[in-house]
């Protein structure tokens, strides 16, 4: 699933609304986005009149959504859960579900901070007669169970991206199950293309927590191959689209609390130069204050929890960094990656808050772990990386690695203060009360007696008989 330009263009540091308890059966929550600028939490608050609105547009659509079901490319199915964002291509998506397969059409919609106002969505979807519809605030689950386990492992795909889209899929993939369980229903759909990397990441999420569920790919289905038939699809079924939306737009964008991507259109020419004033969550480093921002961040097993002696919750401590890394121009990405199935692709990212955390989690773990530890976690954590972006997330040898990387992390508590300017994370300062920095023992001053130096030379002969061994055996060959 993609979000258009228009929907993140006013997004740059989204901020996150607090957990509210969540009714068994179904969610009926009106989300409203706080203002760019704020970091406090906005609560979410249920709506009693929610429920009985949205029978209201049952009872004016059902007719129209009254389809006798039938067989379509996968198979028969009921009842789906369809993941919404209610953007044009997913609309299209619903319409088509109802057509092709004569099912009832779950809709689940998520926030995942990606900053934009979700009420539209239940709209769009009562317009489609559409009886049980989900609008779920997982900001905080999505920072705390996702992306903090994902950066204690300092994961980096191909050396450079952050994965902010690839730690987004098994959330939705898992909500989805958990929702398709709740309703009885036989069948999940996505948005995701044949092409791109998401398809695999839902479904592999899908089938590794409910083996038996049908997934069904519009994508991979239908003929609604160019824009032109989807546009005159959503015409002669009386979808509305906006004039924007008949245009190609440049690139298309995918975000949450972590990201935001641009690719595709545009973007397809590697040589090209993106344009400055495609992104929505940084200032340019050119155009970023001439004075630097120091910040002090505190971490307690690994994970950040306060700023400056503020404490924040999960998503809250995602949303500060983004304001402070966007306002200083830091988290800009251009980059060509692998992916899974099996071609190159350019992406351009902005991922200020999780640029700021990867520097500075690492110069606490400087200090906090030891040196077996820290070289054994950065072996690890290319195929950790890989696992994620691949779609692997829910597979027992990731859980096997997270218990490991969970397990070390434990000693990684402790504050680092860092300098933020025109596009960098410098780190100047860090401390932990269990810091295995010892000055007496690194000091090349007098050291009192804390390190025998005459103790090297037995050291380095050791190290050094396999290599005058192997020299004497072989000689110059």
Known sequence: MTLSRAHVAHARHPAPRAHTARNQTMVFASLAIRPPAACAPRRVNA????????????????????????????????????AYSGGLDTSIILKWLQDTYGCEVVTFTADLGQGEELEPARKKAEQFGVKQIFIDDLREEFVR??????????AVYEGTYLLGTSIARPLIAKRQIEIAKMVGADAVCHGATGKGNDQVRFELGYYGLKPDVKVI???????????????????????????????????????????????????????????????TRSVSPENAPDT???????FEKGDPVAIDGVRYSPAEMLTKLNQLGGDNGIGRLDIVESRFVGMKSRGVYETPGGTILMHIRRALETICLDRGESHYKDQMMPQYAEL?????????????????????????????????YKG??????????????DDKLSTFEEDGGAYDQKDAAGFIKLQALRLRTLRVARGDQ
């Open 424 to 437: 960098n994370v410098i780190v100047v300062g860090r401390k932990a009360k269990n810091s295995l920095y």
């Open 217 to 279: 790919a519009p994508w991979r289905e239908w003929d609604l191959n160019s824009r032109t038939k989807l546009l005159a699809y959503a015409d002669a079924n009386g979808i509305p689209v906006a004039q924007s939306k008949r245009q190609d737009a440049p690139y298309s964008t995918d975000a949450n609390l972590l990201h935001i991507s641009y690719e595709g259109n545009a973007l397809e020419d590697p040589w090209v130069e993106y344009s400055e004033d495609m992104f």
């Open 388 to 420: 994620i972006y691949n779609g692997f997330w829910f597979s027992p040898e990731r859980e096997m690695m997270q218990a490991a990387i969970d397990k070390c992390s434990e000693s990684v508590t402790g504050t680092v203060r860092a300098k933020l």
């Open 292 to 298: 630097p921002t120091y910040i002090e961040v505190e």
């Open 47 to 82: 709506s009693s009149a929610a429920p009985a609105k949205v029978t209201r547009s049952i009872t004016s659509g059902a007719k129209r959504a009254a389809v006798r079901a039938r067989a379509g490319p996968s198979g028969d199915v009921k009842k789906v859960v369809l």
């Open 145 to 154: 169970d996702y992306v903090f386990p994902m950066f204690r492992a300092n």
